[in-house]
């Protein structure tokens, strides 16, 4: 089977191949293409080392959600004997209806926006996907006319959305730190260790610069410029470490951007960055590790924590921290400090790294001073992001919530231009009684 042939698209065909490929102009590939096989067209023939320049310019965790919810469709269509590729209105509506079964998390049905999320990755295969029949120059057709567009198919989407909504269902959204609670969580990491320590600074680093998982793991030496007038300690406000940002969710062109981080006031120096930064290089000295290569590293600490209260032995490797591992360390640490409990009434929170961001932006708004563009651009979202604008909302609805302001200024005006009883208008005090007769009835 040639490389042309192998496209043709299948049940079995490799989730990677159809989806992840599917976001460059180059034609997608399934797991059975063979590295040697050659296109009876040469002009539409790639290299191995161009279509892993292709996979390389998709982000790695587009690419790792796409194939798991691509999976899920095709063996979904496979069990139910329907065609996956192309697929027709009533396939979607019945797959849409079939997630309403399918358990998430706490049990609930699926939510309306990962349901959103299996039709655009349907949406992405259907418009890249290659087509057995060519134009007439013999190259390949690709794309289908996408069925998750139609009408039929967005009022299916709308129906399972207010079912969803009707059912008593809310979003689960990651649960967003306050500045409390990252304070308390820091504070339970014994920073004499090197477990603890990188505990401190990942849980520090990741809130005040509002780094995504993939930003915090790939800083490296180089990129960290530290600017202190000390270099064992920090002794002023205008200490600062700042951060070099290679690439980001919105640079994917890899322009580049810097993050600047300021020392805490000594009242919240347990949760500064720069001392911890300074901390986490002077224990990398000490144990004569090059400060060269990843900035969080892999820590190995066999066993439980002395009882003595002596520090954790620990081993520092040159590897990098995986990204999976900042969801641990705050599980961790949000379960030693408690903040991991919900309040009565609530419920279970959603303990993730985004908390860290959305908390961050939510704490930085709350400042009536802190000016939007800026939160823009210490946090590096693209602008106008809905995401940023509804953590300001949640972050300014307390210092800028109208009617609280309105009922405010209704009390100040009430106390100054409050009439004495003798100018009062005829009938007030009738008014009174009535309203202190209508309370006490209930009305």
Same mark, same amino acid.
């Given at each position: 089977?040639?490389?042309?042939?192998?496209?043709?698209?299948?049940?079995?065909?490799?989730?990677?191949?159809?989806?992840?490929?599917?976001?460059?102009?180059?034609?997608? $590939?399934?797991?059975?293409?063979?590295?040697?096989?050659? &296109?009876?067209?040469?002009?539409? +023939?790639?290299?191995?080392?161009?279509?892993?320049?292709?996979? %390389?310019?998709?982000?790695?965790?587009?690419?790792?959600?796409?194939? &798991?919810? +691509?999976?899920?469709?095709?063996?979904?269509?496979?069990?139910?004997?329907? #065609? /996956? $590729?192309?697929?027709?209105?009533?396939?979607?509506?019945?797959?849409?209806?079939?997630? +309403?079964?399918?358990?998430?998390?706490?049990?609930?049905?699926?939510?309306? !926006?990962?349901?959103?999320?299996?039709?655009?990755?349907?949406?992405?295969?259907?418009?890249?996907?290659?087509?057995?029949?060519?134009?007439?120059?013999?190259?390949?057709?690709?794309?289908?006319? &996408?069925?998750?567009?139609?009408?039929?198919?967005?009022?299916?989407?709308?129906?399972?959305?207010?079912? +969803?909504?009707?059912?008593? /269902?809310?979003? %689960?959204?990651?649960?967003?730190?306050?500045?409390?609670?990252?304070?308390?969580?820091? !504070?339970?990491?014994?920073?004499?260790?090197?477990?603890?320590?990188?505990?401190?600074?990942?849980?520090?680093?990741?809130?005040?610069?509002?780094?995504?998982?993939?930003? !915090?793991?790939?800083?490296?030496?180089?990129?960290?410029?530290?600017?202190?007038?000390?270099?064992?300690?920090?002794?002023?406000?205008? %200490?600062?470490?700042?951060?070099?940002?290679?690439?980001?969710?919105? %640079?994917?062109?890899?322009?580049?951007?810097?993050?600047?981080?300021?020392?805490?006031?000594?009242?919240?120096?347990?949760?500064?960055?720069?001392?911890?930064?300074?901390?986490?290089?002077?224990?990398?000295?000490?144990?004569?590790?090059?400060? #060269?290569?990843?900035?969080?590293?892999?820590?190995?600490?066999?066993?439980?924590?002395?009882?003595?209260?002596?520090?954790?032995?620990?081993?520092?490797?040159?590897?990098?921290?995986?990204?999976?591992?900042?969801?641990?360390? $705050?599980? $961790?640490?949000?379960?030693?400090?408690?903040?991991?409990?919900?309040?009565?009434?609530?419920?279970?929170?959603?303990?993730?790294?985004?908390?860290?961001?959305?908390?961050?932006?939510?704490?930085?708004?709350?400042?009536?001073?802190?000016?939007?563009?800026?939160?823009?651009?210490?946090?590096?979202?693209?602008?106008?992001?809905?995401?940023?604008?509804?953590?300001?909302?949640?972050?300014?609805?307390?210092?800028?919530?109208?009617?609280?302001?309105?009922?405010?200024?209704?009390?100040?005006?009430?106390?100054?231009?409050?009439?004495?009883? #003798?100018?009062?208008?005829?009938?007030?005090?009738?008014?009174?009684?009535?309203?202190?007769?209508?309370?006490?009835?209930?009305?």
């Amino acid at each position: 089977m040639n490389s042309i042939e192998g496209e043709v698209a299948t049940p079995q065909s490799d989730a990677r191949g159809i989806v992840a490929r599917a976001f460059s102009s180059a034609r997608p $590939l399934t797991g059975r293409v063979a590295q040697h096989s050659v &296109s009876r067209n040469p002009d539409e +023939w790639m290299s191995q080392a161009a279509r892993d320049l292709i996979l %390389d310019g998709v982000p790695a965790n587009t690419d790792r959600t796409y194939r &798991s919810r +691509w999976k899920i469709y095709v063996q979904w269509c496979g069990g139910t004997k329907r #065609q /996956h $590729l192309p697929a027709t209105e009533e396939t979607v509506v019945e797959f849409i209806e079939s997630l +309403w079964r399918r358990p998430g998390r706490y049990g609930r049905p699926t939510a309306p !926006a990962t349901v959103r999320l299996f039709l655009d990755v349907i949406s992405v295969a259907h418009r890249n996907a290659p087509r057995p029949e060519r134009d007439q120059s013999g190259r390949i057709i690709r794309g289908y006319v &996408s069925p998750t567009k139609s009408e039929t198919v967005r009022r299916a989407f709308r129906g399972y959305a207010k079912r +969803w909504a009707a059912a008593g /269902h809310r979003p %689960d959204k990651a649960h967003a730190f306050s500045m409390a609670e990252v304070e308390a969580m820091v !504070a339970t990491c014994d920073v004499r260790s090197p477990t603890g320590l990188l505990h401190a600074l990942v849980l520090s680093l990741t809130y005040d610069a509002g780094f995504r998982r993939s930003e !915090a793991t790939a800083i490296n030496w180089p990129d960290v410029e530290l600017r202190v007038a000390d270099e064992n300690t920090v002794v002023g406000r205008e %200490d600062h470490v700042i951060v070099h940002v290679p690439m980001s969710k919105t %640079d994917q062109a890899g322009e580049g951007d810097e993050v600047v981080l300021y020392a805490h006031p000594e009242e919240a120096a347990v949760t500064c960055p720069v001392r911890l930064m300074l901390s986490w290089r002077a224990m990398l000295r000490t144990r004569e590790i090059p400060l #060269q290569g990843p900035v969080l590293r892999t820590v190995l600490s066999p066993g439980s924590p002395p009882k003595d209260g002596t520090p954790r032995k620990g081993k520092i490797t040159g590897d990098r921290l995986p990204d999976e591992a900042l969801e641990r360390i $705050l599980q $961790l640490a949000a379960a030693r400090s408690g903040v991991d409990e919900a309040r009565e009434g609530e419920r279970p929170r959603h303990i993730a790294p985004h908390g860290l961001r959305a908390g961050a932006v939510t704490a930085a708004a709350e400042d009536e001073t802190v000016s939007p563009a800026s939160i823009f651009e210490h946090f590096r979202f693209s602008k106008k992001s809905p995401v940023a604008l509804g953590y300001m909302r949640h972050g300014r609805r307390k210092s800028q919530n109208p009617m609280r302001r309105a009922w405010v200024r209704r009390q100040t005006a009430t106390v100054v231009e409050a009439p004495s009883p #003798q100018t009062r208008a005829p009938g007030a005090e009738m008014v009174g009684d009535r309203r202190r007769e209508l309370a006490v009835r209930g009305c």
